[in-house]
């Protein structure tokens, strides 16, 4: 598995994980839905990815680089 579709599958984890908490426990757990949009919007910008870094040191994903800017396409 790639890191790009490791990370499209924790941050669609994360979301629905906080909706259900949000409708069952607690509506702030709507917060945690925002911090994922605001990590994937940055992200995008930046090229920082926490969650990228972290799928790595657990071995996700075979090829170098990623997803989140931080890898740069040979010319």
Do not use: D, Y
Not at 34 to 63: D, H, R, W, Y
């Amino acid at each position: 598995m790639s890191i790009e579709n490791a990370i499209r599958i924790l941050a669609g984890t994360m979301v629905l994980i906080s909706v259900a908490l949000a409708h069952w426990v607690s509506e702030w757990w709507l917060l945690l839905t925002c911090f994922v949009g605001f990590n994937l919007i940055q992200s995008a910008f930046t090229g920082f990815c926490p969650p990228e870094m972290l799928l790595k040191k657990l071995g996700v994903g075979g090829a170098p680089g990623g997803c989140c800017g931080s890898s740069k396409p040979k010319a």
